[in-house]
């Protein structure tokens, strides 16, 4: 379990900034402190800076300063404690204005985009395509754990984070208070799983989410991924949700063209900075 002064410090930053410090793994991760490197900054006895190392490759870190103490040099010297980690991404989730100017005192560069979309869903969702013969059907716990595993790898081959799934991090997230297997979504073809669409469903605000969209490599071109993320969004439209978000990486240009076409827009950007 987090250390409680560390929550009060990452809720501190939450509330200044408008975006949380820390990503959805990063927060599970502090669960099990032991997992990860943790490097804290104090002044008079109250702590004002953490920094968060996964060091799994490709080695990602966080740094949190307190909105009280920024423009002290704190950020700085943290992200000095990591410059013995080869390979070093950081991420600056709403990319602040302070985000840039740290990550050059320290060497570090932007080098990749995750955008977060957001849709207005008292507007309609438009049908996605049919395929005869193609069925969606809700996942279920414990039947489907191998076979989504085994395609969101294909999926996500390339992608650095979301292609490692293993059994644990499904467990994990299936013990959420979030997890709702009737908004966790599979397509089939005569048996064979070609895609899925896991939605999310956050309660405070009330927000729904696009959490994540897979499809069979070699089922691509087919239309699924617009059919799966259709299906999601009209069911959560019947949890009377108004609002969902989605995140994708920058350079996606065809998940992009999908969401833009189902009403989705630009509402904030999350950057990782790398070393130079």
């Known amino acids: 379990m987090a250390d409680r002064e560390l929550l009060e410090l990452i809720g501190r930053a939450t509330t200044a900034d408008g975006v949380a410090p820390l990503n959805e793994a990063a927060m599970f991760a502090l669960e099990d402190p032991s997992a990860v490197r943790q490097e804290f900054a104090r002044v008079d006895g109250l702590l004002v800076g953490y920094a968060h190392l996964d060091a799994n490759q490709p080695p990602q870190a966080w740094c949190i300063v307190d909105p009280a103490h920024r423009r002290q040099g ?11 980690v080869d ?3 950081v991420w600056a989730h709403g990319d602040l204005p302070g985000a840039h100017p740290l990550g050059a005192k320290v060497g570090l560069a932007p080098t990749r985009i995750l955008l977060r979309l957001e849709r207005d869903m008292t507007e309609p ?27 969101n790898a294909r999926a996500f081959a390339n992608h650095p984070e979301q292609g490692h799934m293993t059994q644990a ?5 299936m013990t959420s208070d979030w997890f709702d297997a009737d908004g966790f979504f599979l397509v089939e073809r005569d048996g064979a799983l070609l895609g899925f669409h896991w939605t999310k469903t956050h309660t405070d605000p009330p927000v729904g989410e696009v959490y994540i969209v897979g ?11 617009k059919l799966l993320t259709a299906h999601g969004l009209r069911h959560l439209q019947t949890r009377g949700i108004d609002r969902v978000i989605l995140y994708v990486e920058g350079d996606n240009e065809r998940a992009l063209g999908i969401y833009r076409g189902l009403g989705f827009t630009e509402a ?9």
């Open 74 to 84: 704190i950020g700085t010297e943290l992200m000095h404690r990591l410059d013995d």
């Open 268 to 276: 904030m950007r999350d950057v990782q900075y790398s070393r130079v």
């Open 125 to 151: 969702v438009s049908e996605g395509p049919t395929h005869e013969g193609v069925a969606i059907r809700a996942f279920v716990p414990g039947q489907d754990d191998a076979a989504f595993l085994e395609l």
């Open 87 to 89: 390979g070093l991404h």
């Open 215 to 225: 499809v069979d490599p070699l089922a691509q071109g087919l239309g699924l991924g």
């Open 169 to 173: 991090d499904l467990d994990q997230r």
